[in-house]
């Protein structure tokens, strides 16, 4: 597994250091003054190239101030001159063995250099001993070049999911982590391709692969494949049913919808307990307008699984087109309480509270499905959680 990234620019964390530069020399003479000043006022404006000749010239006539050389350690790893950053964080670190964040540094510039097992220690530290939350976050990115420099997929991965859970917003996190997670993925599925080619679950992923890329027809083979040699393999129809559906609704062609309705009813026939397979189908039902099937085929999912919020939501909506708003009020409050992010729960229980004479209810629910839908404007369908079923929508703006 391979992952690289460029140089992490947020070094500016260690600026911290500068307070201390004109204060290290009790009676410091002009020429360290306008040095010192320089230098600050250099980094301010993110002029490296000139605060770096200045503390260079700090550091020849205060040669045993730790913080000049803790200031010129950062610098040059703005530079990207990492060698003599580690040299100068030595430096420091020799003579002022206490400076804290200079050990992220070192590790960060022994990994930037390519010397990952000597910067592991460092970073590793970094990463799980520190409170500054910058210094942590550049550390967790410089342990996925190191860890992936090093073979230690297991580790990188590891390291993936803890950087998720600690800044699960930020764009540059997600997306390096994404990268190790996606080059995981594609070295367990080489080596199920050289293990075992023909194997079931080889043939399993490549339809789904197939399928993730909107390839269908080389998805239906696939997976039809797997039936050849498993016919009773569960899942599997499933499967055959999204496909068909999916792509459906990108061509709208009645066989691809009369194939999915086919492959949803056969999935049963082999695993009863699948409640997706039987979500599709009374979706599929109330979509043409088959309300009391619908009906039927969503209470038959709920009896099984009553918290099958989905499935609520699409009970709710049956109901009300079949005239019957106090019946719906039931399954959509329940939506609502097992998803109370659920704009369209929300949207469809104001809808039954209206039509029940429910003012208040009607307004309450309302209100909440306003503040949801403000968040994210323009669009009223959003993703169920796991992405296994098509999601309920609200089809006109309301």
């Known amino acids: 597994m391979k992952v690289k990234h460029s140089s992490l620019a947020l070094a500016l964390a260690f600026f911290w250091l500068l307070p201390f530069v004109a204060a290290a020399q009790a009676g410091s003479d002009d020429e360290r003054e306008r040095y ?7 980094l301010a404006t993110g002029h490296f190239a000139t605060a770096c000749a200045d503390f260079e010239q700090l550091a020849k006539l205060d040669p045993n ?5 803790a200031n010129l350690a950062v610098i040059y790893f703005k530079l990207r001159e990492y060698e003599r950053a580690v040299t100068e964080i030595r430096t420091a670190q020799r003579l002022k063995p206490g400076l804290p964040k200079l050990d992220s540094l070192l590790g960060m510039s022994l990994a930037e250099m390519g010397q990952f097992t000597e910067a592991l220690p460092h970073l590793d530290k970094g990463f799980k001993q520190t409170a500054d939350t910058e210094v942590r976050r550049m550390c967790g990115l410089q342990l996925l070049r190191a860890y992936a420099g090093l073979g230690r997929d297991d580790d990188a991965v590891e390291t993936s999911l803890k950087l998720n859970k600690f800044y699960p917003d930020d764009p540059e996190i997600l997306y390096h ?28 992923a490549q339809g789904e692969a197939n399928e993730s890329q909107k390839n269908y027809e080389a998805a239906i083979v696939a997976f039809n494949h797997v039936l050849q040699i498993e016919p009773g393999r569960p899942g599997i129809h499933y499967r055959l049913g999204r496909v068909y559906l999916t792509r459906y609704r990108e061509g709208h062609k009645q066989e691809d919808w009369d194939a999915a309705q086919r492959e949803y009813t056969a999935e049963l026939s082999v695993d009863s307990s699948n409640g997706n397979a039987g979500y599709e189908l009374a979706n599929m039902q109330a979509e043409v307008g088959n309300f009391e099937e619908a009906r039927k085929d969503f209470e038959q999912v709920i009896e099984r699984f009553p918290d099958f919020e989905e499935a609520l939501v699409g009970l709710g909506a049956v109901v009300m087109k079949l005239d019957k708003p106090q019946l719906a009020l039931a399954p959509l409050e329940r939506a609502t309480r097992l998803r109370p992010d659920d704009e369209v729960a929300w949207y ?17 629910a309302l209100e909440a499905f306003r503040k949801l839908h403000s968040v994210t404007p323009g669009t009223l369908r959003r993703p169920n959680q796991d992405g296994e079923i098509t999601p309920q929508q609200i089809d006109a703006n309301p």
């Open 65 to 69: 101030v730790a913080e000049i050389h």
């Open 36 to 42: 010192t000043a320089e230098g600050q006022q250099a």
């Open 348 to 364: 469809r229980l104001s809808q039954a509270e209206r039509a029940a004479g429910n003012k208040e209810a009607q307004q309450k």
């Open 177 to 204: 982590t994404g990268r190790v997670y996606g080059s995981f993925a594609y070295d367990v599925m080489e080596k199920l391709h050289n293990k075992a080619p023909g194997s079931i679950w080889m043939l399993q």
